[in-house]
């Protein structure tokens, strides 16, 4: 069994809306989820990114209270299961939990807006070991376009750039899930350090807008990052987003394992092996493949893969070694500015709200 680093697994909000965040029950068959212990045992789940997400609805200080709270679901996930889960910061702690039999949990931020426009909020977050942030969710954010919004800023605005070089000094990976191809774009000249794409597929297959331009693939493939293929239907199968998209009635189109291999494929032949990763989005959509019915079906997808002729070196890359390369490709920043040994942050910290001439004289 080849283990699966996943890139994105949104449990922590589903258990939020279905159970009020409580964490037991999760060594038997949890009714209602893609996720449990047996199931990403028997997937060969050797680690997990628990996506940290917060419906839109809430607004500004509570999108940062709802971030903690799924930050405390997944410590306290951590301390419930200590013989099964081990939390984890770096591709170092990743590979100790592997050796010792248990899933190492990592976390990453899926919004931009869940930092509400502060460097101190990120950096919080960091300390706390969240590794990634995806610079938008489907909104337009005060300073990062949305590939499913209207664009306000042309890709990234001045602060936005902010928050790429700050999330790079401090380590966490820039994720670019979510974003419109112009904010990739951005962030990709602004990065000094390999980013991700923790869970989108390749836009040549299905144009579905959360998916991947090939001008980008390349571009995070020549950078050293990680395209993580996610199992959603309409980013999968070009039938299915259009099937969506026009609201038909009749039954929906099959979407398989096997077409989630055409992206895998896809991605491999643009950007190269070193750029294939898995980031299934189990917990975060009701709409997988058929035959990749929840996080227990991780090798059928390998196997797949091997029938087309991908070595098990070529297997282990994109089922693990890829995303963690590049998580440890942002280690050494990241340990630095947990040690106290980073540069001095950026002196604006804030993302500009109110013009100096409009504040009052005294607060």
Request: hydrophobic content about 40%; some cysteine.
């Amino acid at each position: 069994m080849i283990g699966v680093i996943d890139g994105h697994n949104d449990l922590a909000w589903a258990s939020r809306e279905k159970r009020g965040y409580r964490v037991d029950g999760l060594d038997g068959h949890l009714d209602g989820f893609h996720t449990d212990i047996p199931r990403l045992r028997a997937g060969g789940v050797t680690a997990q990114f628990w996506s940290l997400w917060v419906d839109p609805v809430l607004q500004g200080a509570e999108q940062v209270t709802a971030t903690l709270e799924q930050i405390d679901f997944v410590h306290r996930l951590v301390a419930a299961y200590p013989r099964d889960f081990v939390f984890a910061r770096t591709a170092h702690d990743v590979r100790e939990a592997t050796a010792s039999a248990r899933i190492g949990c990592l976390m990453g931020a899926e919004g931009g807006d869940q930092i509400d426009g502060s460097l101190a909020t990120l950096r919080s977050y960091a300390r706390m070991g969240v590794r990634y942030m995806t610079l938008t969710w489907s909104q337009t954010t005060p300073w990062a376009d949305s590939a499913t919004d209207i664009p306000r800023h042309g890709g990234l605005s001045g602060f936005g750039q902010q928050v790429v070089a700050e999330m790079n000094r401090i380590g966490m990976v820039v994720d670019l899930a979510h974003v419109a191809p112009t904010t990739m774009r951005d962030a990709l000249d602004c990065s000094a350090l390999p980013v991700m794409v923790s869970h989108s597929c390749a836009s040549a297959l299905s144009n579905h807008p959360r998916n991947v331009p090939d001008d980008v693939i390349s571009r995070i493939g020549s950078d050293g990052g990680v395209v993580m293929v996610a199992f959603v239907r309409g980013f999968v199968s070009q039938d299915a987003r259009d099937w969506y998209g026009d609201g038909k009635q009749d039954p929906a189109p099959a979407v398989t394992a096997s077409q989630v291999a055409d992206h895998m494929d896809h991605i491999r032949e643009v950007a190269g092996i070193e750029a294939v990763g898995i980031g299934a989005d189990f917990d975060g959509t009701d709409t997988v493949p058929d035959d990749l019915p929840d996080v227990s079906h991780y090798q059928e997808l390998l196997d797949e893969l091997s029938r087309r002729g991908w070595s098990y070196a070529d297997l282990e890359a994109a089922a693990h070694g890829n995303v963690l390369r590049v998580l440890e490709a942002n280690d050494d920043a990241h340990r630095a500015f947990l040690a106290g040994d980073a540069p001095e942050p950026p002196r604006t910290a804030l993302v500009p709200r109110v013009d100096a001439n409009d504040r009052p004289e005294s607060h």
